[in-house]
């Protein structure tokens, strides 16, 4: 049954905070309830998902380059802007990657405006608050579906 492979989802540091954490620019909702839609999304697809969350830029890094997973999903939270580390271990094992932020970081502050993974990933979905994520997630199974039929 499980013929799509495996996504892996990461997001980074205060992001446990969501629901609490600045809801006026994150939302009321917390990361378990993005979590849960997530694993139920993936369950009626033929996918399996893995969820991770860290505060520490060296866990993230170990988490990417050693899980195995077709895909990668990451909201690199405030590691975005600064973390040469996390580019370095996406570079590295070379895997399809979409970036992800619950807020539009463009129309944000300056310092959060560059960020260091956007020209290395499949692509950016910033600014739909938790959608963001499941606009990723219907992205990345139309990724491993097309790669799929590919090799058929
Ligand atoms: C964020 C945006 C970042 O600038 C910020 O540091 C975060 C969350 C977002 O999802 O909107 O922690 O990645």
């Known amino acids: 049954m499980k013929t799509l492979g495996k996504i892996l989802i990461i997001h980074g540091?205060?992001?446990?905070?969501?629901?609490?954490?600045?809801?006026?620019i994150y939302g009321n909702f917390t990361l378990d309830q993005i979590d849960?839609?997530?694993?139920?999304?993936?369950?009626?697809?033929?996918?399996e998902i893995e969820t991770f969350q860290s505060n520490s830029e060296g866990?993230?890094?170990?988490?990417?380059?050693?899980?195995?997973?077709?895909?990668?999903?990451i909201n690199p939270a405030?590691?975005?802007?600064?973390?040469?580390a996390i580019r370095d271990a996406i570079l590295?094992?070379?895997?399809?990657?979409?970036e992800v932020h619950l807020s539009n970081i463009y129309k944000r502050e300056d310092f959060r405006k560059k960020s260091l993974i956007s020209d290395i990933v499949?692509?950016?979905?910033?600014?739909?608050?938790?959608?963001?994520?499941?606009?990723?997630?219907?992205?990345?199974m139309t990724l491993l579906?097309?790669?799929s039929s590919e090799t058929k």
């Open 122 to 140: 499949i692509g950016t979905i910033a600014g739909f608050g938790k959608e963001s994520y499941f606009l990723a997630f219907s992205a990345a």
């Open 13 to 24: 540091p205060n992001l446990h905070l969501l629901g609490k954490r600045e809801p006026e």
């Open 78 to 84: 405030a590691y975005t802007h600064t973390s040469v």
């Open 92 to 98: 590295g094992v070379n895997k399809p990657t979409l």
């Open 36 to 47: 849960q839609e997530l694993k139920l999304r993936a369950s009626r697809e033929s996918i």
């Open 59 to 73: 866990d993230i890094v170990e988490k990417i380059t050693t899980t195995g997973y077709n895909l990668l999903i």
């Open 145 to 147: 579906e097309s790669k």
